[in-house]
């Protein structure tokens, strides 16, 4: 159960999110592959093969061999990509694909631990091309992402510069609690993989989310909570979006020329009645 609000004499903490199939229904490097192909990046046959890959992910079955395999065969297929224009295509198209995938219960979630104080922290084995911009939407405080090399030239060359993915999940939030002063005792994690069972293992609130079938095992032998999030809907069905400050000064300037014109005419016509 929540907190509702944090102690602030206490020490900082944190709620951590694994994306994919926690806060998202896909796979976020995956569903992208059509806005690459149409982008020129990618062939047709890699979109198909993306697109078995994104069905093999979202049935449960990818365990730990085949993600190995994923992130090879994406490492390859991304060398020689423009970074520039990878993300300008993950920024064009970020609204109409990610938006509706995002589980309601997620949302709900990160903004409970907002309202109670807690940082907001995205950890997710895509890449952060990808993953930034995602949390970005999400309103989350950091990422932590894979990291892929980028030559001189601004392409990727295919080498991984930092796999966010298993035990080094887990040593980046013991990192960023020795930087940011998180007390990971007191702190949350979220995730549907068994391959992030050390993450959880390194927070005092660990949950399963959507669990696979390794990690429901582990979550009922340890007492985790077990949550099943099924509510994609869009950020914008289910949140108030404050008015831009332009369109309030505009609102405002309209409203005074108004107020002046009203002004004007009431002493115009008691003049000509006068």
């Known amino acids: ?15 951590f999110f694994d994306l994919d199939k926690t806060v998202i229904a896909k796979s976020s490097t995956l569903t992208f592959s059509k806005s ?9 046959r890699a979109v198909l093969r993306t697109a078995y890959a994104q ?7 990818a365990d730990h061999d085949q ?3 994923m992130r090879e065969y994406l490492s390859a297929l991304c060398r020689g990509w423009n970074v520039q224009q990878v993300k300008e295509i993950v920024a064009e198209t970020l609204h109409d694909l990610i938006d509706p995938i995002i589980y309601d219960e997620a949302a709900s ?19 952060t091309e990808v993953v930034e911009p995602i949390g970005e939407l999400l309103g989350a405080d950091r990422v932590v992402a894979t990291r892929m090399v980028v030559g001189d030239d601004g392409c990727f060359t295919g080498d991984v510069e930092y796999y966010a993915y298993g035990p080094t ?12 002063g998180y007390d990971l005792s007191r702190c949350y994690a979220y995730s549907d993989s068994a391959t992030d069972i050390p993450m959880l293992e390194a927070v005092g609130h660990p949950h399963a989310v959507n669990p ?4 429901r095992r582990e979550a009922t032998t340890r007492g985790w909570p077990i949550l099943d999030f099924h509510h994609p809907v869009r950020l914008k069905q289910r949140l108030s ?28 016509r008691r003049s000509v009645v006068s």
């Open 36 to 44: 690459f192909y149409q982008g020129g990046l990618i062939n047709r």
């Open 212 to 215: 696979d079938r390794a990690l």
């Open 169 to 180: 999940k887990a040593e980046a939030i013991k990192d960023l609690a020795a930087s940011e």
């Open 1 to 15: 159960m929540l907190t509702l609000v944090e102690n602030h004499s206490l020490p900082r903490t944190a709620a």
């Open 109 to 127: 979630l990160i903004e409970e631990h907002h309202l109670a104080g807690r940082d907001v922290v995205i950890v997710s084995t895509s890449g």
């Open 241 to 268: 979006v404050p008015p831009r400050p332009a369109l309030v000064a505009a609102a405002a300037i309209g409203a005074a020329a108004a107020t002046a014109g009203l002004v004007w005419y009431a002493s115009r």
């Open 67 to 69: 993600m190995e395999r």
């Open 55 to 61: 069905f093999v992910f979202l049935a449960g079955g």
